[in-house]
């Protein structure tokens, strides 16, 4: 399989920079589309790509499931390919709108 369409959207929480919708296709014309990548930095200012998960409670805490396991090969092919889709992207946005995004969005 191999990537074929990346599409950035607006975060849909204040945490996240930017949400991402990947499709993967194969020589034969079938294709799985996977929503929900979320765009974040870490305390470092890194870009990163996260996995769509969900959560359950574990005790006192909550655990993070992904809803889907990818090779790291592919997981890594993913991440590039959004994170250069992101670049695009954000230089396309309004600065005003983009400034609140980068003061708030991310993870802490």
Known sequence: ????????????????????KVQLSDDQGNSVTITDFRILHNK???????VPNYTMPD?????????II????LQFEISEAVLAAYEKWRKQQPIRSLAGIEQDGGAR
């Open 1 to 20: 399989m191999r990537i074929t369409n990346v599409e950035i959207y607006s975060a849909r929480k204040p945490s996240f920079l930017a949400n991402a």
């Open 44 to 50: 470092q200012s890194e870009l990163w790509v996260a």
């Open 59 to 67: 005790g006192k805490g909550w655990v993070y499931e992904p809803t």
């Open 70 to 73: 990818l090779s790291r090969k």
